[in-house]
């Protein structure tokens, strides 16, 4: 069995479909801007960082190579005489080494980093996906139901209410017909004559007088005078 709408407020269901749209703009923007971000997270670490602490473990190797080279060549010109110091040498030496320490230490840090960070982004995308494949894909379905339920409420308000039929007179019962089809009928078999001619009833009454109760005439004025 069929059932009316209940319908309350279509405003509410418009309003519902304006905040819907503007969610998904919002959403859609908030998971751009964080796709960015992860591409410029990952490539600063994987590109920039990753590739300048390596370039530098180079650039320390050789500075290592070049203090080690000074600091022997000045041993032996050393040998010769014992006034000359290497010091300043074998500081260059240490000072190289520490660099070079730091700089490979930079390139194993970021070689754990980068796994780290792969495994956080693809757990944010197991999370943003399906909303992301619902904004994109499905949400344009949402809002045309949306649109279809708006126009069909909107139809129905604009339609005429059922007008209320008029109450039914009651029929008069057969026992009161039939009397006054027999008053008709005995109306209409009197002569027009005696209809005219016949004096108006009057209720008796009676009198007192010093006898007694007399009954008095009954008719009227003409009658009691013949």
Do not use: C
């Not at 057969?174 to 005995?186: F, G, P, Q, W, Y």
């Amino acid at each position: 069995m069929s059932q009316g709408a209940n319908v309350r407020s279509v405003d509410a269901i418009k309003g519902f479909k304006v905040s819907l749209i503007n969610f998904a703009e919002e959403a859609r923007n908030a998971l751009s801007s964080t796709e960015m971000e992860i591409r410029q997270i990952r490539n600063w670490l994987q590109r920039d960082q990753l590739s300048y602490w390596q370039s530098q473990v180079k650039r320390g190797q050789e500075r290592l190579a070049m203090a080690r080279t000074e600091l022997n060549r000045r041993r032996l010109s050393q040998s010769n005489s014992d006034a000359v110091s290497d010091t300043e040498q074998k500081e260059a030496v240490r000072e190289s080494q520490r660099r070079l320490q730091h700089a490979e230490d930079m390139v194993g840090r970021i070689k754990r980093w980068i796994p780290v960070l792969e495994h956080a982004i693809s757990e944010y995308h197991s999370q943003s996906q399906p909303l992301g494949d619902r904004l994109s894909g499905s949400f344009m379905q949402t809002v045309n139901v949306l649109d279809r339920m708006i126009d069909a409420l909107d139809a129905y308000l604009t339609m005429a209410p059922p007008t209320t039929p008029a109450p039914a007179m009651p029929r008069p019962s057969t026992a009161d017909s039939a009397s006054e089809a027999r008053s008709t009928a005995a109306s209409a078999a009197m002569p027009v004559e005696e209809k005219a001619s016949a004096p108006p009833t009057e209720p008796a009454t009676i009198e007192a007088d010093g006898d007694g109760p007399r009954e008095a005439q009954v008719g009227s004025e003409s009658a009691t005078g013949a």
